[in-house]
C-alpha cells in the first residue's frame, strides 16, 4: 500500500547512544515532518522540510538533527540520545507545505534508558 | 501563543450512545480547526475541519461546528460504534504562525465497549 513508512518500530537505546530513524513515502509528496507524540500531549513538530534539499526546525529541535536524502526520504538522528527523548515519533508528508493534510507512518516508539 | 484544550480523558461509552468531546481553543489571529483521530497502532488521520466562523465539519458522522463567540470546535457523534475507539485530538492552524505549524490539544482516549 501507498504511503509513509518509518523504520524501525521500536527501538530501545541507551543513555548517550545515537541512532537514526528513517522515514520514506512513496506519494511523490515534496513536503516532510517529524512530529514526537508524548504521553498526554499533542504532536509536536521536531523538523521538516518544505522539499528536497530543505529543512527546518519545528517547535522541539534541540538534540535532533535530520537529512532530507531525496524526495522520498527524511531521517531524524538522535545524536547522544536522553530519557528525556523517550517518545513515539510519527513521520509525515504532504503535497506541499500544508501539515493538514498531512500523511503520517505508523510511528516508531524509542525507549532511552 | 496558540493553545487547544480538550476536554481530559478516557471516555467510556456503550455502542449506540451519543459522544461530546470538548475542545476549546485561543489564537491571536482566525484560525482554521481541525479534529484529528488516531486508531490504535496506527498514525494519525484528519477526520474535519471547519476554516471559518460558522463552519461545520462532519466525516464518518461525526460533527463540529466553528463557534467564535465561544471559541469552541466540539465534537460530536449521535451513535458511536466499537470501531470508533481510538485517540481524538482537537487542533489548530493559525495562518498567523504560518501554514506548516498546527497546535494540537492532549488528546481523548474513546473507548467504546459493545
Known amino acids: 500500500n501507498a504511503g509513509v513508512t518509518q523504520t524501525p518500530k521500536f527501538q530501545v537505546l541507551k543513555t548517550g547512544q545515537s541512532m537514526t530513524l528513517q522515514c520514506a513515502q512513496d506519494m511523490n509528496h515534496n513536503s516532510m515532518y517529524w512530529y514526537r507524540q508524548d504521553p498526554g500531549m499533542g504532536l509536536r513538530l521536531i523538523y521538516y522540510?518544505?522539499?528536497?534539499?530543505?529543512?527546518d526546525k519545528g517547535e522541539v529541535p534541540n538534540g535532533y538533527n535530520v537529512s532530507r536524502l531525496n524526495k522520498r526520504e527524511f531521517s531524524l538522528r538522535l545524536e547522544s540520545a536522553a530519557p528525556s527523548q523517550t517518545s513515539v515519533y510519527f513521520c509525515?508528508?504532504?503535497?506541499?507545505?500544508?501539515?493538514?493534510?498531512?500523511?503520517f507512518g505508523q510511528g516508531t516508539r524509542l525507549t532511552v534508558v | 501563543g496558540d493553545s487547544v484544550t480538550q476536554m481530559e480523558g478516557p471516555v467510556t461509552l456503550s455502542e449506540e450512545a451519543f459522544l461530546t468531546i470538548n475542545c476549546t481553543y485561543t489564537a491571536t489571529g482566525y484560525p482554521s480547526l481541525f479534529w484529528y483521530v488516531q486508531y490504535p497502532g496506527e498514525g494519525l488521520q484528519l477526520l474535519l475541519k471547519a476554516t471559518k466562523a460558522d463552519d461545520k465539519g462532519s466525516n464518518k458522522g461525526f460533527e463540529a461546528t466553528y463557534r467564535k463567540e465561544t471559541t469552541s470546535f466540539h465534537l460530536e457523534k449521535g451513535s458511536v460504534q466499537v470501531s470508533d475507539s481510538a485517540v481524538y485530538f482537537c487542533a489548530l492552524s493559525d495562518s498567523g504562525a504560518g501554514s506548516y505549524q498546527l497546535t494540537f490539544g492532549k488528546g481523548t482516549k474513546l473507548s467504546v465497549i459493545p
Open positions: 509525515a508528508s504532504s503535497e506541499a507545505l500544508y501539515p493538514i493534510l498531512a500523511f
Open positions: 522540510s518544505a522539499s528536497e534539499g530543505t529543512t
